[in-house]
């Protein structure tokens, strides 16, 4: 069985996005950032740096497996299921390169936008403007892939539109704009018409109102 310790967050979205769309059952376990379950001890022995998701899974090849780290989570349940990751090659780069370039410029610069719009203590209109900009200029990067593939890297659905669908998801967090980005929007419109994406946000979104 897998288990996923989560919340509602956008990189917590990815796990259970994933667990649908590639058929595997699991058991989410709230975990809630907001009355600080991460920091108890016992949450601590699962991931020690205190942050969802984490993912267990007790029927890993070789023993239980702990994971953090949702890009990491993504490839690991990709490579289980054979599928969302090509086997090797042109494709799987481009994957990757999808992947490591939510890791290090979506994902960080919506993260930064919305911390310092909406949760700073006081406001600092220059990381306001500094990450506000840059995330919206990622968007810009993004519109232009798509504009050329029907998902982020290629024709086919891989754990890259998965990771880039989590802080997508949350958009209003970091104050970006989908104003002209027309193949992102078309791509958001797609992703969350698909039933694993559905039931996905359904279930995360219900660890926030137990």
Known sequence: M?????FSTPNS???????????LDYTLHATNIRAGDQNTSDFLAINPNGKVPVLVDATAEGGS??????AAILVYLAEKAG??????????????????FNASGLGVAFGNAGYFRKLAAEPVPAAIERFGNEAQRILTVLDGVLARHRF??????????IAHFGWLWRREF???SLDGL???Q???????????FQQGIARTTALAQG
């Not at 078309?186 to 039933?195: S, T, V």
């Open 2 to 6: 897998i288990t996923v310790y989560a």
């Open 13 to 23: 979205v990815k796990v259970p996005i994933a667990l649908e769309e590639l058929g």
């Open 65 to 70: 497996l702990t994971l953090s780290e949702s």
């Open 83 to 100: 599928r969302l990751l090509p086997a090797s090659g042109a494709p799987r780069a481009r994957v990757f390169e999808q992947l490591f």
């Open 152 to 161: 982020a890297a290629g024709d086919e659905l891989s754990i890259a539109d």
């Open 174 to 176: 970091a104050g970006v």
């Open 182 to 184: 027309t193949h992102v």
């Open 186 to 196: 078309r791509y958001i419109a797609e992703l969350e018409a698909r039933p694993g």
